[in-house]
C-alpha cells in the first residue's frame, strides 16, 4: 500500500480559504476522495452539485470531526449513534440520523435526515480543524460516474478552475479504504444498512446487540436507483468464476478487458486484450477497486468482464458496488 503523505499545512490552509469563501476543494478521506464544500452555507453546497451535475434532491453527507458534533448537526440522537460513533469514529461509517435545527434542506435534499461522517484520513481531518466546520461532501466525481480514489482520478473527471470545476484538488495519495462508507440509518425503529462498506454489517451488529436490517433485501432491487450509479462508460458485466473462460469465449469478436485474480487469469486459453490481476483478499482488493475500473475503462475495450469474488461476507460491499458497476440496462451478450 502507499503510504499516505502528511498533510501540508500551507495547501490546508489555503483550502480552508477557498471553504470559507464558499469554494469546492476535493478532500482526500479514507474512502474516496470527496468534494467539499461549507455545510453552513446554501450557495456553497449548491455549487457542488452544479459541479457534479447531480440531481439537487440527493442529500450529502455532512463530515464532522468527532462524536461531539452529533448533537448539533442531529437531534434525538440514539444511544445506538453513541456506540457505533465510539467503536468506529473517525472511520469509514456514516450514520443517518433525525437532522438538527442547523442542516439546509440544500443539504438533506429535503428529507429529514442527516448523515454524518467522521473520517478518519488525516488531510480530511486537517482540513475539518483549519476550517472550524462541517463540511459537506459527496464523493468526488461527475454524476453516475466512478468514484475517485485518487487525486489524479478528480483532475482526469472533474478538473480544477478555470478548465475544470473544483476550485482547489488537495493530493493526500491514494485512499486506503478504497470505497465508500458503510452507511447505517438509525432514523427509524431499527437499524437500518443503507449501503454496505469496509466496516461490515457483523461488526455493527457485534456493537449493537440487535440485527441490522438491510434497505436492499428488504426490497427488490430498484434498476432505477442503481442505473448508471458508479459505472464505467465500458460495459461491464460480473461473471462466475468457474465461467469466465467460456464466457471470454463467447465474447471473442469483442475487445475484452479483464479483472480477475492471476490464478484464474493463468488458467485461460486465449489472452484477453486486457487484463488486470485483482487482489485475493477483499480489503486489498476493495482499495484498488475503482482505480483497477478506471483504469479497465480507459484500456480501449468494448466489454469489461469482472470475475465475481467469493460470495461471502466480507465480500458484501465489493458485489455491491460491482453490481451497481454492471447494472446499466438492458442485458447484453
Ligand atoms: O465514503 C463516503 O461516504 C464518501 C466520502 C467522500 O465521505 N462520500 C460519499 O458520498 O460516498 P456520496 O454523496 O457519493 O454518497 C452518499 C450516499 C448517497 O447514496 C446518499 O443518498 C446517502 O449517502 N445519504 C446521504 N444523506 C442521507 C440521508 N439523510 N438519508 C439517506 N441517505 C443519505
Ligand atoms: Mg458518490
Request: aromatic content about 4%.
Amino acid at each position: 500500500m502507499t503510504a499516505t503523505p502528511a498533510p501540508d499545512a500551507v495547501l490546508i490552509a489555503r483550502a480552508a480559504d477557498v471553504l470559507r469563501r464558499c469554494g469546492l476543494v476535493a478532500m482526500p478521506t479514507e474512502t474516496v476522495y470527496g468534494l467539499a464544500a461549507d455545510a453552513a452555507s446554501e450557495a456553497a453546497v449548491r455549487a457542488i452539485f452544479a459541479a457534479k451535475g447531480r440531481p439537487a434532491d440527493h442529500p450529502v453527507i455532512v463530515h464532522v470531526l468527532g462524536a461531539d458534533a452529533l448533537d448539533a448537526w442531529a437531534r434525538d440522537v440514539p444511544e445506538a449513534a453513541r456506540q457505533l460513533a465510539a467503536a468506529f469514529w473517525p472511520g469509514p461509517l456514516t450514520l443517518v440520523l433525525k437532522r438538527g435545527e442547523r442542516v439546509l434542506d440544500v443539504v438533506t435534499g429535503g428529507q429529514d435526515t442527516v448523515g454524518l461522517r467522521c473520517p478518519s484520513h488525516p488531510w480530511a481531518r486537517a482540513l475539518l480543524q483549519a476550517f472550524d466546520g462541517a463540511l459537506a461532501a459527496p464523493s468526488a466525481n461527475s454524476f453516475g460516474r466512478l468514484s475517485p480514489t485518487t487525486a489524479h482520478h478528480v483532475r482526469s473527471d472533474l478538473g480544477e478552475k478555470p478548465a475544470g470545476e473544483v476550485d482547489l484538488i488537495l493530493d493526500g495519495g491514494p485512499c486506503p479504504v478504497g470505497i465508500e462508507s458503510t452507511i447505517v440509518d438509525l432514523s427509524g425503529e431499527r437499524p437500518t444498512l443503507l449501503r454496505p462498506g469496509a466496516i461490515t454489517r457483523a461488526a455493527i451488529e457485534a456493537v449493537l446487540g440487535v440485527p441490522v436490517a438491510d434497505a436492499r433485501g428488504a426490497a427488490p432491487r430498484a434498476p432505477g436507483r442503481l442505473e448508471k450509479h458508479y459505472a464505467p462508460r465500458t460495459p461491464l458485466e460480473v461473471v462466475a468464476a468457474d465461467r469466465l473462460g467460456s464466457r471470454l469465449a463467447a465474447l471473442f469478436h469483442l475487445k475484452v478487458a479483464v479483472l480477475a485474480p492471476q490464478r484464474l487469469l493463468s488458467t485461460l486459453h486465449a489472452a484477453p486484450a486486457v487484463e488486470v490481476a485483482a487482489p485475493e483478499d477483499p480489503a486489498a482488493y476493495a482499495r484498488l477497486l475503482y482505480a483497477n475500473l478506471h483504469w479497465l475503462d480507459h484500456a480501449g475495450a468494448e466489454r469489461i468482464v469482472v470475475a465475481a469474488p467469493p460470495d461471502t461476507s466480507e465480500w458484501a460491499a465489493i458485489h455491491d458496488r460491482l453490481q451497481r458497476a454492471q447494472a446499466t440496462g438492458s442485458a447484453r451478450t
